[in-house]
């Protein structure tokens, strides 16, 4: 296209607008880098979270091994303390079993142990041949105390009392994510095992042997979890647990199945059974407790063999935790939605303040590509810059728009001239053409006024021999002459006729040595004279000339 006289190549096409830049720019930080930052943070938080619970139940889990540690310490040292008393050394002298044997009940009871007795080669105390094998009473016998937990066989604990064999067994109740078994119930025991050496007044080593029975020892394992879970210590709706397992039964637990029913005889998950009993690591996660999830922490425990057999847990629910997040996320996004729907209007007005004075300069810049030189933005009123650049465009529009009515008018005062001169020059032209064309024909005419000259010469000398050989003829026949008086008539006015013609001939090839000589004729004869010259050329072009001879006049003409 063209614009004020010079030619402008169209803009190539945009991809995009300053509009979508505009908004691009306004919205990007609310809706894209602010939800992202948020993500970011939340996705922290929620591992710092994460790492916090997990932090608090790994040192829920150490208050209760060292609780757990104090119980077999203090057993050994009870033991111990007994095997070396007064009381105890001087009812041993005496050589009396029986007052041996009430002295050990009475303790058993005042130290709460679930079987206390002595072991000596002369077969005091139960079971003596079967007792030895224990690392507890060989480190006795050695002359070491020494405390540790031992699994006890059903057979065990019923040679001790059948009490105690009847209180270890636990039916098995089926549970979700356990290892698949075939047993239906754990009758072992996990004992607090401790002994401590005693000299027997025959002078042979002796030990005192004692132990606590942990299964549904509930007094023990609600000890740990009211430590370890003191009140207010969790948000309201969590609960605190602890258990005790043999190998991965619940053996003692606070955890219920349903009312007031304990998880007595449920199983651990497979995955925690595997990372702890089998590979001998704490676990410190989330895990599935027997109907619900737990934040938990297990650590596995050994018996006086080294061998793992079990373990303690720790933990409390995740619910009240995961809702607690579920519910800051909501206040976070919903924090966000508000400020969001506060912000973008904004935002948006301000970017509509920027791209739509933009937007109305572009219309008007294409308006004026287009023709409209008096298209305007119309944006008067001065309130940033972007307004001062419309104005401003305004102003040079204004410029423009003169200026294009000044050159327009040179441009159709030029235009006037030029077709002048044009009008001119065609005239000049046409009339230069005319006189070519007249120079043309009169050269022509010159020559053929030459030609003709010498045609007529030549045939004047033929024509004045016939004409005068017909005289010639008319005197040598004499009164015969009558018999060819039509024939030699008619020879007589065709030669008449060439000299007429030749005459024609001879005044139309050199008119200028006829051209002062003018006398009156009548019309039709001087008609008569110029049809011979043409008549061939009617003849030939079939035109048929229709003459009406009217004249009364005769006009002074010159002939040629």
């Given at each position: 296209?063209?614009?004020?006289?010079?030619?402008?190549?169209?803009?190539?096409?945009?991809?995009?607008?300053?509009?979508?830049?505009?908004?691009?720019?306004?919205?990007?930080?609310?809706?894209?880098?602010?939800?992202?930052?948020?993500?970011?943070?939340?996705?922290?938080?929620?591992?710092?979270?994460?790492?916090?619970?997990?932090?608090?139940?790994?040192?829920?889990?150490?208050?209760?091994?060292?609780?757990?540690?104090?119980?077999?310490?203090?057993?050994?040292?009870?033991?111990?303390?007994?095997?070396?008393?007064?009381?105890?050394?001087?009812?041993?002298?005496?050589?009396?079993?029986?007052?041996?044997?009430?002295?050990?009940?009475?303790?058993?009871?005042?130290?709460?142990?679930?079987?206390?007795?002595?072991?000596?080669?002369?077969?005091?105390?139960?079971?003596?041949?079967?007792?030895?094998?224990?690392?507890?009473?060989?480190?006795?016998?050695?002359?070491?105390?020494?405390?540790?937990?031992?699994?006890?066989?059903?057979?065990?604990?019923?040679?001790?009392?059948?009490?105690?064999?009847?209180?270890?067994?636990?039916?098995?109740?089926?549970?979700?994510?356990?290892?698949?078994?075939?047993?239906?119930?754990?009758?072992?025991?996990?004992?607090?095992?401790?002994?401590?050496?005693?000299?027997?007044?025959?002078?042979?080593?002796?030990?005192?042997?004692?132990?606590?029975?942990?299964?549904?020892?509930?007094?023990?394992?609600?000890?740990?979890?009211?430590?370890?879970?003191?009140?207010?210590?969790?948000?309201?709706?969590?609960?605190?647990?602890?258990?005790?397992?043999?190998?991965d039964v619940r053996v003692s637990t606070n955890v219920r199945l349903f009312a007031e029913r304990r998880a007595l005889g449920t199983r651990v998950s497979s995955i925690v059974r595997k990372t702890v009993l089998e590979d001998g690591k704490v676990w410190l996660d989330r895990a599935f407790v027997v109907n619900d999830w737990y934040i938990s922490a297990y650590e596995p425990i050994k018996d006086s063999f080294g061998k793992r057999v079990g373990m303690l847990y720790v933990g409390f629910l995740e619910a009240p935790f995961a809702q607690t997040k579920y519910e800051s996320l909501l206040i976070i996004i919903g924090a966000f939605l508000f400020v969001?729907?506060?912000?973008?209007?904004?935002?948006?007005?301000?970017?509509?303040?920027?791209?739509?004075?933009?937007?109305?300069?572009?219309?008007?810049?294409?308006?004026?590509?287009?023709?409209?030189?008096?298209?305007?933005?119309?944006?008067?009123?001065?309130?940033?810059?972007?307004?001062?650049?419309?104005?401003?465009?305004?102003?040079?529009?204004?410029?423009?728009?003169?200026?294009?009515?000044?050159?327009?008018?040179?441009?159709?005062?030029?235009?006037?001239?030029?077709?002048?001169?044009?009008?001119?020059?065609?005239?000049?032209?046409?009339?230069?053409?005319?006189?070519?064309?007249?120079?043309?024909?009169?050269?022509?005419?010159?020559?053929?006024?030459?030609?003709?000259?010498?045609?007529?010469?030549?045939?004047?000398?033929?024509?004045?021999?016939?004409?005068?050989?017909?005289?010639?003829?008319?005197?040598?026949?004499?009164?015969?002459?009558?018999?060819?008086?039509?024939?030699?008539?008619?020879?007589?006015?065709?030669?008449?006729?060439?000299?007429?013609?030749?005459?024609?001939?001879?005044?139309?090839?050199?008119?200028?040595?006829?051209?002062?000589?003018?006398?009156?004729?009548?019309?039709?004869?001087?008609?008569?004279?110029?049809?011979?010259?043409?008549?061939?050329?009617?003849?030939?072009?079939?035109?048929?000339?229709?003459?009406?001879?009217?004249?009364?006049?005769?006009?002074?003409?010159?002939?040629?």
């Amino acid at each position: 296209m063209k614009l004020f006289g010079r030619s402008v190549s169209p803009r190539p096409k945009r991809t995009r607008s300053v509009r979508f830049k505009l908004l691009a720019i306004a919205l990007l930080p609310t809706l894209v880098i602010l939800p992202l930052l948020l993500g970011v943070m939340m996705v922290r938080w929620n591992a710092k979270f994460d790492a916090l619970l997990t932090s608090k139940v790994s040192g829920d889990l150490t208050i209760a091994h060292q609780y757990f540690s104090h119980i077999l310490d203090n057993t050994g040292e009870q033991i111990q303390s007994l095997g070396q008393s007064v009381a105890f050394r001087t009812v041993l002298m005496s050589g009396n079993p029986d007052a041996v044997n009430d002295l050990l009940v009475s303790h058993q009871e005042d130290l709460g142990l679930d079987f206390l007795y002595l072991i000596d080669g002369d077969n005091i105390g139960p079971d003596t041949d079967t007792d030895v094998h224990w690392p507890v009473i060989a480190s006795a016998f050695a002359g070491r105390a020494s405390t540790s937990i031992d699994i006890f066989s059903n057979a065990d604990l019923a040679a001790i009392s059948p009490d105690l064999a009847a209180r270890a067994k636990l039916d098995l109740v089926e549970t979700p994510n356990a290892v698949p078994t075939t047993r239906n119930a754990e009758t072992r025991g996990m004992v607090v095992h401790s002994a401590s050496h005693v000299s027997l007044p025959s002078g042979r080593d002796g030990a005192l042997v004692g132990g606590i029975l942990l299964n549904q020892n509930l007094g023990f394992i609600d000890t740990i979890n009211d430590l370890v879970y003191r009140q207010s210590s969790l948000p309201e709706g969590s609960q605190g647990t602890a258990t005790l397992f043999l190998d991965d039964v619940r053996v003692s637990t606070n955890v219920r199945l349903f009312a007031e029913r304990r998880a007595l005889g449920t199983r651990v998950s497979s995955i925690v059974r595997k990372t702890v009993l089998e590979d001998g690591k704490v676990w410190l996660d989330r895990a599935f407790v027997v109907n619900d999830w737990y934040i938990s922490a297990y650590e596995p425990i050994k018996d006086s063999f080294g061998k793992r057999v079990g373990m303690l847990y720790v933990g409390f629910l995740e619910a009240p935790f995961a809702q607690t997040k579920y519910e800051s996320l909501l206040i976070i996004i919903g924090a966000f939605l508000f400020v969001a729907a506060l912000s973008v209007p904004i935002f948006l007005r301000w970017a509509r303040g920027i791209f739509k004075p933009l937007e109305r300069m572009t219309n008007t810049i294409n308006r004026v590509e287009s023709g409209d030189f008096s298209a305007r933005t119309g944006l008067n009123q001065v309130q940033d810059e972007i307004s001062l650049v419309a104005e401003h465009l305004d102003d040079l529009l204004d410029q423009v728009q003169e200026r294009d009515k000044r050159l327009r008018a040179w441009n159709d005062q030029l235009n006037a001239r030029v077709d002048a001169r044009t009008s001119e020059l065609r005239e000049a032209n046409r009339q230069l053409e005319s006189t070519t064309k007249q120079l043309i024909m009169s050269e022509k005419l010159a020559a053929i006024g030459e030609i003709t000259a010498g045609v007529a010469h030549e045939i004047n000398n033929p024509v004045a021999v016939l004409q005068g050989n017909l005289d010639v003829l008319r005197d040598l026949l004499g009164e015969h002459a009558r018999i060819a008086d039509t024939e030699l008539r008619l020879i007589d006015e065709q030669v008449n006729r060439i000299n007429l013609i030749v005459t024609k001939l001879l005044q139309f090839a050199k008119p200028e040595e006829y051209a002062g000589y003018v006398e009156r004729h009548i019309v039709g004869e001087v008609i008569d004279d110029c049809l011979p010259l043409v008549q061939h050329l009617l003849s030939k072009a079939d035109i048929e000339v229709a003459r009406q001879s009217t004249a009364a006049r005769l006009v002074l003409m010159n002939r040629t």
